[in-house]
């Protein structure tokens, strides 16, 4: 599964999209379902293995890294699920991504 989050709103809503791999399915689009490919990008990224209640460091850490590195950030993040487990969310792992590029 894949999030991609847009800017904020100016009354603070957030729209996020999500996707899950379907392989070769048809999917027609109704109320609340828009097919859309995400655009290819170079990210930076990073694994964060566990809950997402502790994410924000993992995220200034990437961001951090993109900056000493000479790059900039280019667009929104975006997180793919590899694992997700709602049992044991410390069995999770997650892939965080920020679209860069070189200053």
Request: aromatic share 6%.
């Amino acid at each position: 599964m894949v999030a991609l989050y847009e800017e904020p709103s100016d009354d603070g809503s957030v729209v996020l999209h999500v996707g899950f791999e379907i392989g070769e399915q048809p999917v027609v689009e109704s109320d609340g379902v828009c097919v859309a490919a995400l655009p290819s990008v170079k990210v930076a990224s990073v694994i964060h293995r566990g809950a997402l209640d502790n994410v924000v460091p993992v995220y200034e850490a990437l961001v951090g890294w993109i900056e000493d590195s000479g790059y900039m950030i280019s667009g929104r993040s975006r997180e793919l699920y590899h694992e997700w487990d709602d049992a044991n969310p410390e069995l999770s792992i997650t892939e965080l991504q920020m679209p860069i590029v070189a200053q």
